[in-house]
């Protein structure tokens, strides 16, 4: 079974500086998806960034860009130029190839961004 | 593209009692996906549909829960005998098979409170 695990539980960043968000996961397959998801206070969960794992360039979108490390199991989520309305709850989750179609979460990591 | 919707967005009811939940997909999403998510915790996957067959259930859906996707359509996730335990909050999330990613999109969710 896939597991997924963000250890920081809470983290706080001036606006407009560089936070990191760490993610670690453990999987026996060779090909599958990873996404960080953000979930802001008391609205539905979007989809931040994706990356294929057969894929070696990082995946980045706009302010957002990952840190894919295949051998490492690791999946780092960089926000450049902070906002305020980066503020959220940010899950690194796990798909699987082929027929397995549902999300692993991790437990989530609470990112406050102060003004 | 309305996106996906959930129904009702909040529901109290006593322990003991049925409940039902109601997940409209976005219209040309062939897989449906029910996640529940607890206080502090990422979504932990619940059951899957493909148009109208339910692929996969998880080992938290127990004997109590059931869900339906009649016509491939909307979907209804159906708790009997509530427990305090099943206060939680429960997210529906849709995609297209072959998409992007596969990426999943996500309902506003439901938010049960068992008294």
């Known amino acids: 079974a896939q597991t997924v695990t963000q250890s920081q539980p809470e983290m706080s960043v001036q606006e407009a500086e560089t936070v990191t968000l760490s993610c670690t996961y453990d999987?026996?397959?060779?090909?599958?998806?990873l996404f960080w998801y953000k979930q802001p206070p008391s609205r539905q969960m979007i989809l931040v960034i994706r990356?294929?794992?057969?894929?070696?360039q990082n995946a980045t979108e706009n302010r957002f860009s990952v840190n894919f490390q295949k051998a490492a199991k690791s999946f780092s989520l960089k926000i450049s130029d902070s906002q305020l309305g980066d503020t959220a709850m940010y899950f690194c989750?796990?798909?699987?190839?082929?027929?397995?179609?549902?999300?692993?979460f991790g437990k989530g990591i609470t990112l406050s961004v102060r003004p | 593209d309305t996106g996906v919707s959930q129904d009702p967005r909040h529901k109290i009811t006593k322990r003991g009692q049925n409940v039902t939940f109601r997940c409209d997909p976005i219209?040309?999403?062939?897989?449906l996906y029910w996640y529940r998510q607890t206080l502090g915790q990422g979504p932990e996957f619940l059951t899957y549909?493909?148009?109208?067959?339910?692929?996969?259930k998880s080992r938290l859906l127990s004997d109590r829960f059931s869900a339906e996707r009649p016509k491939g359509s909307f979907s209804t996730l159906e708790i009997q005998r509530t427990e305090q335990g099943d206060s939680a909050m429960y997210l529906c999330?849709?995609?297209?098979?072959?998409?992007?990613?596969?990426?999943?999109?996500f309902g506003p969710g439901t938010r049960l409170t068992v008294t």
């Open positions: 549909f493909q148009n109208e067959a339910q692929l996969e």
């Open positions: 989750a796990f798909k699987g190839s082929g027929a397995n179609s549902k999300l692993t």
């Open positions: 999330a849709s995609s297209l098979v072959g998409g992007i990613g596969y990426e999943q999109y």
């Open positions: 219209s040309e999403h062939n897989r």
């Open positions: 999987t026996s397959e060779s090909n599958y998806y």
């Open positions: 990356q294929e794992a057969y894929k070696q």
